[in-house]
Structure formats: C-alpha cells, structure tokens
C-alpha cells in the first residue's frame, strides 16, 4: 500500500507525482505536516477508506501552516474527498505562487495523466458579482470548466477574507447531475482559505475524474466486524451514534444547533460572553426567553418539522445538514454569529451568517472578533467612526425585543464585516486581531483584547475557542479551535485535564488520518485500527504512527499563558457555577476557587501551567 501525491508548482503549473509507502506515514495528517515541514505546502488528502462503504470516510483533509494560529494545522471538510477518489491519487501538495489570483484545474479521465492547469482569473470582480463572495466563483468557475468533466466534479473556493484577512476558510458545495447545491461545507478553522489564497495565489480549485480506485466495498465482512465488535450490523451501529446529528426522539429536534441549544440551559453564552458574570436565573431566563421560545423554536418549526436536511455529499445516514431553503444551520456559526453578537432570531441570523460565508470567513472567529468589537463599541472604548460603522450595538436586555434589536445588531455586524473587508478606519486584519489590538491598545492605553475571549499561540498566532463554556476550550494545546482537547462540563483538575486533552488528541489524530468524519466518532476510533490490522496488517505500525505524530504536533506547541482578562474570567466563573449551581463536592474545586478569590491571575497561571503538565507528560516521545 502506498499513497500518492500530486506536487504542483501555482507559480509555474509544474507538477510531478511522488509515492510514499506505508512505512512511516498512513493517511493525510501525518504525511500531511511531513510535506508542510518539508516545502511549507499546503496539502489537501483522503484517507485510505475513501469511497469505501464506511458512512463518514470521505473528507478531504487540508494541512499546512496557519496564517493566524502561526502554527501547523488540521482542518477538514465533509464529502470533498468523495471526489478527490476519482483523480487516483492520495493528496495535493501545492507549493509556490501563482502571480496573479488563478483557479487550479484538476481532472484526470480514464486513467490517462491528469490535467494540470493554473488559469488566471478575475478573483474581486467575480467576487463582487451575481451571488456574490465565494458563491459567485463557484458558479463562474464551475460555468468556465465544468463541461470538461465526464462526472460531476467539485470545486473549492476562497472569498476575500482570505485576501484581507488571516481567517478566510474554503467553501465547498456538492455538485449533482450538473446542479451546484446549496449545503456548504466548510474547512473553516485555522484560515487555511488566507494560506490557499494569500500564500499560493489559488482562489478555487476544480477537480474530478473517472478513475476507479479498489476501495473497500464488501458489506459481509464488514458487518462482521461490527457484529463481532457491537453485536450489531455496521448500519444499525452508525444510526446509533448518530442519533444526536440526525434527530434525537427525546428532545425532538436534531443536529448541533438543535441538540446543543435544547440542552444548554444556564450555560448560554451571550453579548460576547458576558453571561458569564451573571447570575444562573438570568441566564436560564435569557435560554427560556429567547432560545428555546424563539431561536430553537424557530429553528425547530421550519428545519426539523419540515425535514429540511442533507448530507455534505456521500451517502450518510446523519444527514447532519440541517437546513432553511439554503442558510445550513450549524450550532457553532449561529452561535457566535447569533446570541454571541446580540442576536436571537433566525431572520437577523441567517443574513448574517451568509454574508460572513460568501466572504468566505472562518464563521467562528468571524463571530467572535465581531462580538469583540460590538463590545469596544457598547462600552464607549471605540467610537464608530473608528470602526467606520454608522450604529451602536443594543445589548440592553431591558425591553430587549428578540426581533427587532436582533435584526438592528446584525446591521452592525453587517456594517463590521464590510468594514474589516475595506479597512475601514483604524481596522486592517491582515496580520490578525491580535497583534491589530496589541498596536491599538498602545495607543489607546487601554488592553483592548481583555475583551476578547481567545487563545494565544507563539507571537501573534490566536484562534477564537469552541462555543462551549469549558475549561478545556482555553487549553494550551499544541492545536485549538478543533475538538483536539477535552470539552466536557465536568470538573476537571488541570493536570488531569491536560492529559485527556491529550488523550483526546490521539483519538482525533486516528479519525483525521483515515478521513473519517468525527460524527462517527462512536464506533470509528475503537474499530478503524483493527480494520488497517486486518486489510493491511498495520494496527500497531498505524497506532504507534499517530503516538509519533501527536508528539510531533507538540513538539512545535508554542502555548501563550492568556492574555485576556476576559479569558480568566471566563475560566473563574466556570468554576463557581460548577460549585454553586451544579452543587460539585470535589475537594480541588473548593481549593482551587479559594486560589482564584485570593489572586485570580496567579490561580490562572498556575490552573494554565498544571494544564500544560498533563498535556507534555502525556506527549513526549519515549523510545
């Protein structure tokens, strides 16, 4: 078994095929970050089980380094490796930069070569054209090549954030008997699209074929493996896992959003995270208000009743797409660029969020820097001609109409992308939020990141956490942002934590490299090994590959102790809720609260430190 890899040159459209065996790297994160450490590429990759009959298997897998975590990446998109099967080869390795803005062409039919093409293109006026953002160079570059290919093909595309900013992700859509669909999918985090786009010139990428690979096709000796292992068929098992994505009959909704926002009661985070201070009956009367009466119900009433869902492009029995016509509701983007930012209703939501995906950001930390900002302008820090906004947020909750204010607070956040797109006033993103607040709070003499709730790394590196209020999403990990650490809302002393972070980390290493869709998480990361021992008579080669790998990742962790006030805060009251509402009797709880009353920054420091602990004793590489 080998994998291969295309290397393309953007600058000169050069490109030659290497071949890797199975002797030290197995699927696309570990050869993945190889190639990035050898040529600063960026790779996009499929597992061995790609077109296989394992529900999940398909996502394409993007390496490399991140413009604004500045350090190695994983990022990942559902379905986009379904079609990547056809061009008979493992990854894409690209290298150099194209002049000028191009689109790269893939096809390879029959068997014959593949086509290699770099093609200059008009990148801002056709992102300013018909559909807009990343939506209009889908359909101008599918218009422009898509009659070349005998099978549908698939295209990836870039927006101008990924010109503007260090945050832009890659937008995909399937495309079916010649239809461009409307369910996004997404390799969002890490801002790979601004390394796609700013490092290599490549605003979209078109790809396909016809090439017949031997996937593993054979359901007999598959359900085997899963009767012997759950005593049930592999079907029966994945629908079992999946309940939570599909539709869970006993909260009666489905998917992130849905099972998320039903479940959250007073851990709602909200007016970029200032629930945090307030008190638990607060936060339960903003859920019941204007979640579970508004939001959800909304969510509920036109997505769930109406079975509104789709899968990311391969056949799957999560349907995890949940949909409103075409806005996709996913828990993460409408949470930041909804109750984070102010806004509570599906309308002011999904005009919101759709703006941010056409200009193709990563939606998390759009969301995130947006409330950040809203924030500087409701507390009178920053004025809106500073921001080149015409409007202040309305976060008062007396008298806060659901409706109403909604859609005015998605104005502004409107008006703020728009702005960072323009660099508008004293705003310019392109060297990231971080080292923008650190030049600004100089000058204004004032830390105005102690408002933003993120996670440092190296000098200017920063990623916005996973919305869940947890003392895992702030851990100093060697990659965050991602579900590489542990977020349960358990009480968790910080050694301990760090060493299930790490844990964690090895277990999503497994899914990553074989390209396999975490929602299947349930039953892929126990059985895949067994499955590589049994095709390929490398289970303990494959295992010990991802110990190396996970090693490796952190030996380049760069963690920064947190730099935002708002970041201890968040920590702090996580703990109090966790002894004053959950009732939680754990001794360390109770001493670690009496470290963070008597001097909350050195109990943080300690808290982040001990994490750091677990995490490097549990990494190092031992021979």
């Avoid at 070569?113 to 599918?142: C, F, K, M, N, Q």
């Avoid at 006993?250 to 039903?262: D, E, Q």
């Amino acid at each position: 078994m080998e994998q291969r890899v295309l290397m393309v040159d953007a600058a000169t459209g050069f490109y030659k095929t290497k071949r890797y065996g199975f002797d030290r790297y197995f699927g696309p994160v570990d050869l993945g970050i190889h190639l990035t450490e050898e040529y600063r590429s960026l790779n996009f990759g499929v597992g061995v089980f790609a077109g296989s009959i394992f529900p999940g298997s398909n996502r394409l897998v993007v390496t490399g380094f991140s413009p604004c975590w500045q350090g190695y990446y994983i990022s990942s998109m559902g379905g986009a490796g379904l079609v990547f099967d056809n061009l008979g080869v493992n990854m894409l390795s690209l290298v150099g930069k194209a002049p000028v803005p191009s689109v790269l062409y893939l096809n390879r039919s029959h068997g014959e070569e593949i086509e290699v093409e770099v093609v200059p293109i008009d990148a801002e006026g056709v992102w300013r054209s018909g559909r807009l953002g990343v939506y209009a160079l889908t359909d101008e570059v599918y218009r422009r090549f898509g009659d070349r290919y005998e099978k549908d093909p698939r295209i990836l595309a870039t927006g101008p954030a990924a010109l503007r900013t260090d945050f832009g992700g890659i937008m995909s859509v399937p495309i079916s008997k010649g239809k461009i669909s409307h369910v996004d999918t997404w390799a969002g985090r890490g801002g790979l699209g601004s390394a796609l786009a700013g490092e290599h010139g490549i605003v979209a990428v078109i790809y396909g074929g016809t090439v017949v690979t031997e996937d593993f096709r054979d359901h007999k000796v598959a359900d085997e493996w899963f009767k012997n292992k759950y005593d049930q068929r592999l079907m029966q098992k994945d629908l079992e896992v999946t309940t939570k994505y599909r539709y869970d009959e006993k909260l009666k909704t489905g998917g992130t959003f849905g099972v998320n926002y039903a479940t959250m009661g007073g851990k709602i985070l909200a007016f970029n995270y200032r629930t945090i201070d307030w008190s638990e009956e607060q936060r339960v009367e903003l859920h019941q208000k204007f979640i579970v009466d508004h939001y959800l119900k909304q969510f509920n009433d036109e997505t769930i009743a109406n079975k509104q869902q789709a899968t990311c492009g391969e056949p799957c029995p999560a349907v995890c797409k949940k949909l409103n016509g075409i806005y996709k509701k996913d828990y993460e983007p409408y949470q930041t660029l909804g109750p984070l930012c102010g806004i509570f209703d599906q309308r002011a939501a999904e005009k919101l969020n759709r703006h941010g995906d056409a200009m193709g950001f990563d939606a998390i930390s759009l969301g995130g820097v947006l409330a950040w900002l809203m924030d500087l302008l409701d507390t009178k820090t920053l004025a809106p001609e500073e921001l080149g906004v015409s409007r202040l947020p309305r976060w008062q909750m007396a008298g806060f109409d659901p409706v109403v204010d909604s859609a005015h607070n998605a104005e502004l956040a409107l008006e703020l992308i728009d702005a960072i797109l323009e660099k508008r006033g004293i705003l310019d993103f392109g060297e990231g939020v971080r080292k923008w607040s650190r030049i600004h709070s100089r000058a204004k003499g004032t830390a105005l990141h102690d408002r933003l709730v993120y996670i440092a790394f190296s000098r200017r590196g920063w990623m916005v956490p996973n919305q869940y209020w947890v003392a895992g999403a702030l851990a100093p990990m060697a990659i965050m942002g991602k579900y590489y650490m542990i977020y349960s809302h358990d009480f968790i002393p910080p050694r301990t934590l760090g060493r299930m972070c790490a844990a964690r980390l090895k277990q999503e290493l497994i899914l990553d490299n074989l390209g396999i869709c975490r929602f299947h998480r349930g039953w892929a990361e126990e059985l895949l090994p067994d499955v590589m021992g049994t095709l390929y008579g490398a289970r303990e080669p494959f295992l010990r590959a991802i110990e190396v790998l996970a090693s490796r990742l952190h030996s380049n962790n760069s963690p920064i102790f947190w730099e935002s006030a708002r970041d201890i805060d968040y920590l702090h009251s996580f703990l109090k809720r966790k002894k004053e509402v959950d009732g939680e009797e754990h001794p360390e709880l109770a001493s670690w609260l009496e470290r963070f009353e008597k001097d909350s920054m050195e109990a943080a420091r300690d808290f982040w430190y001990d994490t750091l602990k677990g995490i490097d004793e549990s990494l190092r590489e031992f021979f």
